[in-house]
């Protein structure tokens, strides 16, 4: 290993990373170092930094060091000199936030008057129509406005499911990329399907379907374009068919399969509800579970979202498999689908995230508001001591990064990992009287927003504003037109 320079106070090794990935991060981090003697960003004089790494630490009066985009150490006491200091004096850092499961283009039809009463299968088919007219200036505007909501919350990387490819309507992964790079968000998009409609048995109208072998050939395109496999990547892209009762058992197989050939995640809805359960058991003759396994999806590659039906045997099945869960709460109660058996998942070994979901079934898109729902739910499913804030916490980090196939490199702040932060101010009558526990505090208390989104080393929000205030004036001005336009309003 190269000289590296010795960090102030109590830093921290490379002990939370697993061992795969220590000699690329300790290559990395070495390189980084040589060239100058101070760090690029120090965020210092933390009330609480929470690391989450492998030991959990916690530091008072802590400091995280950035160098090349990456966490060079995190101590407590004196911070080494940087370029740019962040002073987070009465506040709590943590990783960004991770989000597992969005539709960001449904911010377009947020409550549309038409879906607001109804469960999954009615809120689908009534929004359906409307989708039907996205293009590439809405998914691109509709991306960036979404991904500034979840930045204002503390998120740093979000994935996105969209499933809507109208035919004609161009490359609409390609502009939520653009977006995605114009904000400064680390991103996750999958390419998402739909090729079972409804004159086949499935739920989506004709015209919103593709053929398999198209949803194929355009999956394969989007990988080769944007996946990037480095360490520290701002682009990732999974295949993702939309559920099971939108696509075919035919593209479900074809999808696992590509996805391995390419190295690639998997994504989809799974057992979001009753309706759900029922249309499985009807139309493929079993359980979700046992449709998982059959289409050879189930496997540590896969991320499902929702999850709110499984059995404890079926809960089991998919912990042994390794299969991970982007948990929606706010979702699943406001289209009364039910309660995840997310501790239970997460005993059994199935790693677990949360996602705010599309906007038009959870509408706020708030990665604190989530993480707290998420709380509260697991409370009430399971006890009130099985759910802490530091248990939610480390689903909206480590279990986020689980889901995404980058633990050790996203949702932890040690050494080697990517410098993505959120700063959390515990100041004001919200927070008055909450003196001992500012990790308790930070998620009992508030509402909250991030203070401060670090993605990369960079700042993005600032002072509880988005850096690129300016372009949020001009994109929020042409969301307005654009959702009018989708909405059918004048
Ligand atoms: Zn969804």
Partial sequence: ??????????????????????????????????????????????????????????????????????????????????????????????????????????????????????????????????????????VHVSTWVGLAELALSGCTTSTDHLYVHPRGAGDLLGAQVAAARDLGVRFHPTRGSMSLSQKDGGLPPDDLVADDDEILTASEEAVARHHDRAWGAMTRVALAPCSPFSVTERLMVATAELAERLDVRLHTHFAENAEDDAFSLATFGCRPVDYLERTGWATPRTWVAHCVMPTDPEVRRLGAAGVGVAHCPSSNLILASGIAPVADL???????????????????????????????????????????????????????????????????????????????????????????????????????????????????????????????????????????????LP
């Avoid at 390189?31 to 989450?52: E, H, K, N």
């Avoid at 597992?100 to 449904?106: D, G």
């Avoid at 001591?385 to 916490?393: D, F, I, K, M, Q």
């Avoid at 949020?472 to 307005?480: F, G, K, N, P, V």
Wanted: proline residues 5%; neutral net charge; contains cysteine.
């Fill in 1 to 138: 290993m190269l000289a590296v320079r010795p960090a102030v106070g109590g830093a921290e090794g490379l002990r939370g990373i697993p061992c795969r990935e220590r000699r690329d991060t300790t290559e990395r981090r070495a390189s980084a170092v040589i060239d100058s003697g101070v760090s690029d960003l120090v965020v210092r004089g933390a009330r609480c930094v929470a690391t989450l790494d492998d030991q959990r630490r916690e530091f008072a009066d802590g400091w995280v060091a950035v160098r090349g985009g990456l966490i060079e150490a995190v101590g407590t006491g004196p911070a080494p000199a940087a370029q740019m200091t962040i002073d987070a004096t009465d506040c709590l850092v943590t990783p960004g936030l991770v989000n597992t499961h969005h539709h960001l283009y449904q911010n377009l039809t947020r409550a549309w008057p038409g879906m607001t009463d109804q469960p999954l299968f009615g809120w689908l088919t009534s929004l359906y129509p409307l989708w039907a007219a996205l293009d590439t200036e809405s």
């Fill in 346 to 488: 997460r005993a059994a070994g199935a790693p677990v995230g949360i996602g705010v979901d599309g906007s038009s079934s959870a509408d706020s898109a708030s990665m604190w508001l989530e993480t707290r729902q998420a709380m509260l739910l697991a409370k009430l499913r399971s006890g009130p001591g099985v759910a802490t804030a530091r248990w939610a916490l480390e689903l909206a980090t480590l279990g986020g990064a689980c889901c995404l196939g980058r633990e050790g490199e996203l949702g932890v702040l040690a050494p080697g990992a990517v410098a993505d932060l959120a700063v959390w101010s515990l100041t004001g009558p919200g927070y008055a009287g909450a003196l001992a526990d500012p990790i308790e505090a930070w998620l009992r208390c508030g509402p909250a927003a991030a203070r401060d989104t670090i993605v990369g080393g960079i700042p993005i929000v600032r002072e509880g504003h988005l850096v690129a205030a300016t372009t949020l004036d001009e994109m929020l001005r042409a969301h307005r037109r654009l959702a009018a336009r989708m909405q059918r």
